[in-house]
């Protein structure tokens, strides 16, 4: 029979002998309780204008927006840089692309891309050595299945998801990873859409909340939405959008056996709306879920994007005005293809409804994690914590620059620092090269090049890109640098 129980207020039911609990257990299970849980969502190429709360009026992203209304959005803030890898590196070592050891997208054999080296130290690390249950749901590229990059060596308990980013861009996959483990999708093959792995690797992140419900747990939810291609399952969300937009279909790569590539989409307007407001609402049964397990008053939230919008596969941040009032986008280091839309929600901790202009970045997860766990700087970082900021509490530490380096299109460098950023394209090529100044308090569009007018602000942001580039023999940037 069981019995009625009434512990500190709580009614609990039990069939077994109650054991009274010493003062000193209590206090100890307090203190287990009273560690922040944390749920970061890191969305594929959503750009700073991509939601209803960064200015988009095409379509709305009601849960996402709620979650700005319940913590604070950040309108400075910018990702380790502008493509995939390099940025989620940068985020999950707490290192610029200047030091990361991951610096592009550069793929590996048989399926995956660089990996991040042997005893690199991630978030992942710092909350499994806390006591935390730790997953990552959805995009890894940082190392395919067998070689030190991969998920299970960088503190990953419960992976499942793309090892590979190419093989990515196809939301129908003949294959994903548990794991270390293959887990083939037969109903995918020969164009078939059977699985479409955005809705499967929601659900495995759903179940790792439900597994870890009676523990401190740290969730990466890497979704792939809305990274190139454009599609999405036949269902009320996508037959919501069609209609409402002017469409030129795409025509893209519809073989059976591809592996990357895009398919075509006859409403690709309708299919990218279709796809963010999926996500919201991914977004929203996520805080559902934590407050279904009275979880979400002990759950700090981050929502980003790895960096700017992608014109990709039929996507069009024009017509959506993806990066809001700045210049460029995936790929370019303006501020369209690096500053990115972030959002931190932490009831009782993070004032509700706050916005700050305060200039940060991803590898600045690593130290404000560092310090929210163990109370005391990191070391080994080129970050800064956040935790003051966010607890508005004094002493928050402010950055003197950002650093920025990309290694395609003939290599890519920018500095931020204060209202100051100085563009250095074409690094590889000297015949070719270029620098260009702008100050984003007047002109945060940049579209006024003073390059020439500001001689000391030059040379010291001119000094900053050499000290913060560190050589590494398998991202050479510089001429100097190729073998």
Same mark, same amino acid.
């Given at each position: 029979?069981?019995?009625?129980?009434?512990?500190d207020?709580?009614?609990?039911? &039990?069939?077994?002998?109650?054991?009274?609990?010493?003062?000193?257990?209590?206090?100890?299970?307090?203190?287990?309780?009273?560690r !922040?849980?944390?749920?970061?969502?890191?969305?594929?190429?959503?750009?700073?204008?991509?939601?209803? #709360?960064?200015?988009?009026?095409?379509?709305? =992203?009601?849960?996402?927006?709620?979650?700005?209304?319940?913590?604070?959005?950040?309108?400075? #803030?910018?990702?380790?840089?502008?493509?995939?890898?390099?940025?989620?590196?940068?985020?999950?070592?707490?290192?610029?692309?200047?030091?990361?050891?991951?610096?592009?997208?550069?793929?590996?054999? !048989?399926?995956?891309?660089?990996?991040?080296?042997?005893?690199?130290?991630?978030?992942?690390?710092?909350?499994?050595?806390?006591?935390?249950?730790?997953?990552?749901?959805?995009?890894?590229?940082?190392?395919?299945?067998?070689?030190?990059?991969e998920?299970?060596?960088?503190?990953?308990?419960?992976?499942?998801?793309?090892?590979?980013?190419?093989?990515?861009?196809?939301?129908?996959?003949?294959?994903?990873?548990?794991?270390?483990? @293959?887990?083939?999708?037969?109903?995918n093959?020969?164009?078939?859409?059977?699985?479409?792995?955005?809705?499967?690797?929601?659900?495995?992140?759903m179940?790792?909340?439900d597994?870890?419900?009676?523990?401190?747990?740290?969730?990466?939810?890497?979704?792939?939405?809305?990274?190139?291609?454009?599609?999405?399952?036949?269902?009320?969300?996508?037959?919501?959008?069609?209609?409402?937009?002017?469409?030129? !279909?795409?025509?893209?790569?519809?073989?059976?056996?591809?592996?990357?590539?895009? #398919?075509?989409?006859?409403?690709?307007?309708?299919?990218?709306?279709?796809?963010?407001?999926?996500?919201?609402?991914?977004?929203?049964?996520?805080?559902?879920?934590? @407050?279904?397990?009275?979880?979400?008053?002990? /759950?700090?939230?981050?929502?980003?994007?790895?960096?700017?919008?992608?014109?990709?596969?039929?996507?069009?941040?024009?017509?959506?005005?993806?990066?809001?009032?700045?210049?460029?986008?995936?790929?370019?280091?303006?501020?369209?293809?690096?500053?990115? !839309?972030?959002?931190?929600?932490?009831?009782?901790?993070?004032?509700?409804? =706050?916005?700050?202009?305060?200039? #940060?970045?991803?590898?600045?997860?690593?130290?404000?994690?560092?310090?929210?766990?163990? &109370?005391?700087?990191?070391?080994? /970082?080129d970050?800064?914590?956040?935790?003051?900021?966010? *607890?508005?509490?004094?002493?928050?530490?402010?950055?003197?620059?950002?650093?920025? *380096?990309?290694?395609?299109?003939?290599?890519?460098?920018?500095?931020? @620092? &204060?209202?100051?950023?100085?563009?250095?394209?074409?690094?590889?090529?000297p015949?070719?090269?270029?620098?260009?100044?702008?100050?984003?308090?007047?002109?945060?569009?940049?579209?006024?090049?003073?390059?020439?007018?500001?001689?000391?602000?030059?040379? *010291?942001?001119?000094?900053?890109?050499?000290?913060?580039?560190?050589?590494?023999?398998?991202?050479?940037?510089?001429?100097?640098?190729k073998?």
């Amino acid at each position: 029979m069981n019995k009625r129980i009434i512990i500190d207020g709580s009614i609990i039911l &039990g069939t077994a002998l109650l054991t009274i609990p010493t003062a000193a257990q209590t206090k100890k299970s307090k203190q287990v309780q009273q560690r !922040p849980n944390v749920l970061f969502i890191l969305a594929d190429d959503l750009g700073y204008g991509d939601l209803s #709360c960064y200015g988009q009026e095409r379509f709305e =992203t009601p849960n996402i927006d709620n979650l700005a209304l319940q913590g604070m959005r950040f309108t400075q #803030c910018y990702s380790g840089t502008t493509v995939s890898a390099p940025s989620r590196a940068s985020l999950l070592t707490g290192l610029h692309t200047g030091h990361t050891a991951v610096r592009g997208n550069k793929g590996a054999k !048989p399926e995956g891309q660089f990996p991040l080296p042997e005893n690199t130290y991630t978030i992942f690390h710092l909350f499994k050595q806390n006591g935390y249950a730790t997953g990552a749901f959805g995009k890894w590229g940082l190392g395919n299945i067998g070689s030190t990059g991969e998920p299970d060596k960088m503190g990953i308990d419960n992976f499942f998801g793309y090892n590979c980013q190419s093989l990515a861009h196809n939301y129908y996959p003949d294959h994903l990873w548990d794991n270390n483990q @293959k887990v083939d999708f037969p109903e995918n093959l020969n164009g078939g859409h059977g699985t479409y792995s955005a809705d499967l690797i929601h659900d495995k992140a759903m179940k790792f909340l439900d597994e870890n419900k009676d523990k401190p747990f740290f969730l990466f939810y890497p979704t792939t939405i809305p990274h190139a291609e454009l599609i999405v399952p036949e269902d009320s969300i996508i037959r919501k959008f069609r209609g409402l937009y002017p469409e030129t !279909p795409y025509h893209g790569n519809d073989s059976n056996e591809r592996k990357g590539g895009y #398919c075509s989409q006859v409403y690709p307007h309708a299919t990218f709306a279709a796809m963010v407001y999926r996500l919201d609402v991914r977004v929203g049964q996520l805080v559902q879920k934590l @407050k279904d397990l009275g979880l979400y008053d002990n /759950t700090i939230i981050v929502f980003a994007s790895d960096n700017g919008p992608h014109m990709e596969g039929g996507a069009d941040p024009d017509f959506f005005n993806g990066n809001g009032i700045y210049r460029g986008i995936k790929r370019d280091v303006y501020e369209g293809g690096i500053r990115v !839309p972030m959002i931190v929600s932490w009831p009782g901790h993070i004032k509700a409804g =706050t916005q700050t202009d305060f200039m #940060c970045s991803f590898w600045d997860m690593m130290p404000t994690f560092d310090e929210l766990l163990k &109370g005391k700087p990191i070391k080994n /970082t080129d970050g800064i914590s956040l935790l003051p900021l966010l *607890e508005s509490k004094k002493g928050q530490q402010l950055h003197d620059y950002l650093y920025f *380096e990309f290694h395609e299109m003939n290599g890519r460098q920018a500095v931020r @620092k &204060g209202d100051w950023k100085l563009v250095h394209l074409n690094v590889s090529v000297p015949s070719l090269e270029k620098y260009e100044l702008y100050n984003l308090a007047s002109d945060p569009q940049e579209k006024h090049n003073i390059i020439g007018q500001y001689p000391e602000i030059e040379k *010291e942001m001119k000094s900053i890109m050499v000290k913060a580039h560190v050589k590494d023999p398998n991202w050479p940037l510089l001429p100097s640098e190729k073998q």
